[in-house]
């Protein structure tokens, strides 16, 4: 199965310098875990989590109304090209222990993100139980 049949495409995104509240806030809104960071010409540099904002802000005392994406985001990202196979995905987020990995075009910019969700809704039900069972592996 093609990826670009399970990703989510145009995928919410941010700048490194976007502020941390206003990501959290498009976080909560389109209910996601991670949000892309991308450079203006909308190759991604990073990922933002939400573990990212509570580990690297809350629990480090910062104030997140100071923060910058920058300050606290994953870099540099794990990406995968839309002409990967689904198969392909699954053992790259296996292989990193990710939950979610953004998709890009050929001339890298992002056009997409795949999660464990998407997978779980392919009839690859067991590519979705192999990465599920890598990811919650301690690192």
């Known amino acids: 199965?093609?990826?670009?049949?399970?990703?989510?495409?145009?995928?919410k995104f941010c700048l490194t310098t976007s502020p941390l509240d206003e990501v959290?806030?498009?976080?909560?809104?389109?209910?996601?875990?991670?949000?892309?960071v991308v450079d203006?010409?909308?190759?991604?540099v990073g990922v933002i989590t939400d573990r990212d904002i509570v580990v690297r802000?809350?629990?480090?005392?910062?104030?997140?109304?100071?923060?910058?994406?920058?300050?606290?985001?994953?870099?540099?990202?794990?990406v995968i090209k839309e002409d990967?196979?689904?198969?392909?995905?699954?053992k790259l987020m296996e292989r990193q222990q990710i939950r979610?990995?953004?998709?890009?075009?050929?001339?890298?910019?992002?056009?997409?993100i795949v999660s464990l969700a998407d997978l779980e809704r392919?009839?690859?039900r067991s590519l979705q139980q192999e990465v599920t069972r890598a990811?919650?592996?301690p690192h």
Request: contains cysteine; proline residues 9%.
């Open 84 to 90: 990967a196979s689904l198969e392909d995905c699954a």
């Open 135 to 137: 990811v919650s592996q």
């Open 100 to 112: 979610r990995v953004p998709v890009v075009d050929a001339k890298g910019a992002l056009c997409g």
């Open 57 to 78: 802000t809350l629990a480090a005392g910062r104030n997140p109304l100071d923060v910058r994406v920058q300050d606290c985001m994953t870099a540099p990202p794990i």
């Open 40 to 44: 203006l010409d909308r190759r991604p």
């Open 24 to 36: 959290a806030r498009a976080m909560r809104d389109e209910d996601v875990g991670e949000i892309p």
């Open 1 to 11: 199965m093609d990826l670009d049949r399970v990703m989510t495409r145009n995928p």
């Open 122 to 124: 392919t009839d690859a």
